[in-house]
């Protein structure tokens, strides 16, 4: 049984920074993709960041790109998002996943995690 377990989530205020652990068990696959997505109320769900598990490649969404970053720990089974210059706009609920690569993918086929709130005040 696969199981992602979100952590790290809080409040801070803009500017600062916080780190995301996502906890992965079960996930018996040589070649995945594991990512961070992000959805707030009344809005539609984000696409943060990507690596894929072959390669370490990355993808982030533009409004990201510069300040967040999406890595994997040395047993792979460990995600983590860090995000620096944090914003009042990045507040929202951040979901990781786990599944096959390539466009809509992941989203659709996937696993998710139940994601962990994160706040940024003005």
């Known amino acids: 049984q696969v199981q992602l377990v979100e952590s790290g989530g809080g409040s801070v205020q803009a500017g600062g920074s916080l780190r995301l652990s996502c906890a992965a068990s079960?996930?018996?696959?040589?070649?995945?993709?594991m990512g961070w997505f992000r959805q707030s109320p009344g809005k539609e769900r984000e696409r943060v960041g990507v690596i894929y598990s072959v390669g370490g490649r990355t993808e982030y969404a533009d409004s990201v790109k510069g300040r967040f970053t999406v890595s994997q720990g040395n047993a792979k089974n460990t995600l983590y998002l860090q995000m620096n210059s944090l914003k009042p706009e990045d507040t929202a609920m951040y979901y990781c996943?786990?599944?096959?690569?390539?466009?809509?993918?992941?989203?659709?086929?996937?696993?998710w995690g139940q994601g962990t709130q994160v706040t940024v005040s003005s």
């Open positions: 996943a786990a599944g096959p690569c390539g466009l809509g993918l992941l989203e659709k086929f996937g696993y």
């Open positions: 079960g996930y018996r696959y040589n070649t995945y993709c």
